[in-house]
């Protein structure tokens, strides 16, 4: 059984092709500058590459081209999508409305689209793509929308609601709602599969690290924190994004630079974090080099974020009184051994320690604890991708 699994953006459109039977990856791409001129980029399992520009106006273009690339090109994996039993789709925000996985229909689009306003940067997006699948394949094949949002929802209302007057809630449901929980929920399981232990018998912190960031607190086999709030600039400090900070600095500069709400959007989103406090780039490895050349603001900028990563990780052991594993994963996560380092070291309290040598592979599945260590701590490479394929699976099947 094949799934065709779809993360599509305001002007691109990832995606996978996954065999079910061995859950292997048959052929993977991106479309990128949709609604400009139109660009694809294709590569199946075996190594085979097509690659061309072509335009694409909208989504559906964009889905006609990969149905070329994926059924005719030289890089073709399928002689047609009908050998596709479903599609899959990433939705970032789900709100309170759902609370997991689910097929799509009319109300289920509309939802998502409602929604738009807490992620104006996805939602819309990711209702175009549903609604140009239903264009290009018709409605014979299944579509299915699994949710960044809905592994949080087990959070209580101690957790999730903010300190505001309780009629903006009411009005306009301003709570915490975290992101990244599909990867949150994939890495989390595979903890409990090489602990040989079901979830809800181990209390898991998992830290997905990239240029978006966040730590989740996982007790009794579900999410009772996380880091990422209303949208996902909440949190502490990641590629472009300030992270959490003193609301009145904001409005200090605001009044100070005669800024907008939406210039302030924009500060915070995206000159923020990293990028913000080194002056050089939002990349982790461009800012890591130019700390080791000695950059001061790129030190700094190294420096924060570990400090922040080592409160939230300790704010979510108090959480929870004590925890069993911890799992990093991520483009920072699984490929920055001196910020494991860091936080493990710091973490001597927990009696946590770790094998140096393993600790320097990257991009790899492994143990990095000792067996005299406290807690165990592990590096999993995330695969959303896959958790989505797998949610497909399940609910068409039934």
């Known amino acids: 059984m094949k799934i065709f699994v779809v993360n599509a953006g305001s002007s691109s459109l990832k995606y996978q092709l996954i065999d079910m039977d061995n859950e292997q990856v048959l052929a993977k791409g991106l479309c990128e500058r949709i609604g400009v001129t139109g660009a694809i980029s294709h590569k199946s399992a075996d190594g085979r590459k097509y690659e ?22 030289e890089a073709k994996v399928i ?23 689910c097929l799509v229909d009319e109300d289920v689009i509309e939802k998502i689209s409602e929604l738009g306003a807490m992620a104006p940067l996805h939602n819309p997006a990711h209702v175009l793509a549903i609604r140009a699948c239903i264009k290009t394949f018709g409605e014979k094949i299944p579509q299915v929308v699994v949710f960044d949002t809905s592994f ?46 079901d979830k809800k018998d181990i209390k898991i912190i998992t830290c997905h690290l990239g240029n978006g960031c966040s730590i989740t607190a996982i007790k009794d086999g579900v999410c009772i924190d996380t ?57 982790n490895r461009d800012i890591g080099a130019a700390a080791d050349a000695g950059n001061e603001r790129a030190k700094l900028a190294v420096d924060m974020q570990r400090y922040q990563i ?38 001597g309290f927990l009696n946590v320690k770790i094998d140096k040598e393993l600790n320097k592979l990257r991009g790899k599945e492994v143990k990095i604890s000792t067996d005299e260590s406290g807690v165990d701590v592990f590096v999993i490479p995330t695969n959303e991708e896959l958790a989505i394929a797998r949610d497909t699976l399940s609910i068409i099947s039934k």
């Open 227 to 283: 880091s990422m709030g209303f949208t996902p600039l909440d949190g502490f400090m990641m590629g472009t994004r300030s992270g959490t900070l003193d609301p009145s600095a904001l409005t200090y500069i605001a009044e100070k630079e005669n800024l907008s709400p939406a210039d302030i959007n924009t500060i915070c989103n995206k000159k923020s974090g990293m990028l913000g406090i080194s002056g050089i780039s939002n990349d």
């Open 52 to 73: 061309a520009e072509t335009p694409m106006p909208t989504h559906s273009e964009a889905f006609e081209a990969v149905v070329y690339a994926m059924t005719k090109s």
């Open 310 to 347: 080592l409160k939230f990780i300790g704010s979510y052991i108090a959480a929870m009184n004590g925890v069993d594993a911890i799992c990093f994963t991520g483009g920072i996560g699984e490929n920055d051994p001196e910020l494991r380092e860091y936080v493990c070291e710091n973490l």
């Open 152 to 197: 949080h929802q087990t959070m209580s209302a101690t957790a999730y609601m903010y300190p505001l007057p309780y009629e903006y809630y009411e009005k306009y449901q301003v709570r915490k709602y975290g992101a990244h929980g599909t990867s949150h929920r994939f890495v989390s399981d595979r903890v409990a599969d090489l602990e040989c232990k």
């Open 79 to 101: 002689d047609s999508f009908d050998e596709i039993s479903a599609i899959g789709h990433r939705i970032v925000q789900g709100g309170a409305i759902f609370k997991g996985s």
